[in-house]
């Protein structure tokens, strides 16, 4: 066993991890943050995607002392209310399995890029896979964020 501390949303996590423990099974299983969402394990899919230090992560790709000492958000610390809302304005939202991690690829897009083109949405989210929406409401989603955002 490890101790590793996580700033996780911005509360600080103690924690003991094996050494083959996840990201995304401490946040899930240890932590109970099961907004971030595990669909193929492999990082190919993007439901597990956080914010760390600043970049966007597949957590089932991150080994959990890996993540030691740095600043984690996950879907339950998303504080941009408008990212959320432009989901559900423009129905962006079916089953709602990928919706965390794409609302926090959005919120990585918007960090770096106040004022992103729909393609540049397009290749942002590209490491996202949504198997009911078609995207197109997506990037409208994020793009509609963008617009709320400036606007503020």
Known sequence: ???INLDINET???VDIKEDDRLI???RDTLKLTGTKEGCGEGECGACSVIMDEELVNSCLVL???ADGKKITTIEGVKDEYIKQAFIDVG????G???PGMI???KSILDKNASPSKEEIRSGISGNLCRCTGYNKIVDAIYLASTVRRDK
Not at 92 to 95: N, P, Y
């Open 1 to 3: 066993m490890k101790n």
């Open 12 to 14: 600080i996590y103690n």
């Open 25 to 27: 099974d401490v946040i």
């Open 64 to 66: 959990a002392f890996q």
């Open 92 to 95: 962006a939202v079916q089953c």
């Open 97 to 99: 399995f990928c919706t």
């Open 104 to 106: 926090l690829s959005g």
